[in-house]
């Protein structure tokens, strides 16, 4: 008997907080209509925290946003091959983006990207937005915080506790659009999903403000949607100071095809031609 696809159903949200004016974060789900295209590239999705302050963070994420897509979807080859060469262009379009519109200087943006792909998820990432896996009883961060505190932490050299108290606490080490050569963590080798896991992808300003134990509880027990939905609640329940942005995906390898997509949550508007 001839094995299954697995599919994914998934859904995505992004809220701008009880603080900020401007929502500066960026979310994309991609699945393809196209079944030759969705057979050989799956779906994408991406959550991008935007930084630089005034409209400039919301500009930074849209563009990483709709960069990735593109590229991803344009090329042909293994997945982490084309993410990498998706990071790169997004890193180079929005440096040549501030380059050219002095008001956007400095801006940035986090990124973490999950491609579905060969009963198999790919990662890429830049910053400190996060993808955790959700298998049975088991929780999992799948990246590290690209962030000051988290290398000290890694290194010995400042508790978890004292992280979370740390005046430097936001400063992030590699961002989108920050300088001209990143170097993204993007994974070697997929993967291997089972029906049943479920993947989140957050910015921080949701993990900040609802502890681990929550986003598993709750994305282990509900639908996408009402998962989005019921996070959302929960960061802003805890004061909600900062933007903040989630996907919730589950595998299962017995969904019919016309259940696996939700449509993204925000329009992402491309401020810049992307004809070259």
Not at 23 to 47: H, R
Not at 57 to 64: H, K, P, T
Not at 88 to 94: F, K, L, P, V
Not at 224 to 240: F, H, K, N, V
Request: one cysteine or more; glycine letters at 8%.
């Amino acid at each position: 008997m001839a094995k299954s696809p697995m599919q994914i159903i998934g859904a995505m949200r992004t809220d701008p907080g009880l603080v900020r004016e401007l929502n500066e974060d960026a979310v994309a789900w991609i699945t393809p209509q196209d079944t030759n295209v969705a057979a050989s590239q799956g779906s994408l999705a991406l959550v991008a925290d935007g930084m630089g302050g005034h409209a400039a963070g919301e500009v930074a994420s849209a563009l990483a946003a709709e960069v990735i897509r593109r590229v991803y979807y344009d090329l042909k080859g293994p997945a982490p091959k084309i993410l990498a060469m998706a990071f790169s262009e997004a890193n180079r379009a929005i440096i040549d983006y501030a380059a050219a519109h002095p008001e956007c200087k400095g801006m940035g943006t986090t990124c973490t990207v999950v491609a579905f792909r060969d009963d198999k998820a790919w990662l890429g990432h830049v910053g400190d937005s996060r993808a955790y896996l959700l298998r049975k009883d088991r929780f999992m961060q799948l990246t590290e915080d690209q962030t000051l505190v988290a290398k000290m932490v890694r290194e010995g050299s400042m508790t978890k506790e004292e992280a979370s108290h740390s005046p430097v606490q936001n400063v992030i080490l590699q961002a989108l659009g920050a300088v001209s050569q990143i170097k993204p963590m993007i994974t070697s080798s997929g993967i291997p999903l089972q029906s049943g896991d479920v993947l989140i992808l957050c910015s921080d300003g949701l993990f900040n403000m609802v502890p681990d134990t929550a986003i598993a509880d709750i994305a282990g027990r509900l639908p996408p949607q009402e998962a989005c939905d019921a996070l959302i609640e929960a960061a802003l329940a805890q004061g909600g100071h900062d933007n903040a942005s989630l996907g919730v995906f589950i595998v299962d390898a017995q969904a019919e095809t016309k259940t696996a997509t939700e449509p993204t949550t925000r329009r992402i508007k491309l401020p810049i031609e992307q004809s070259r």
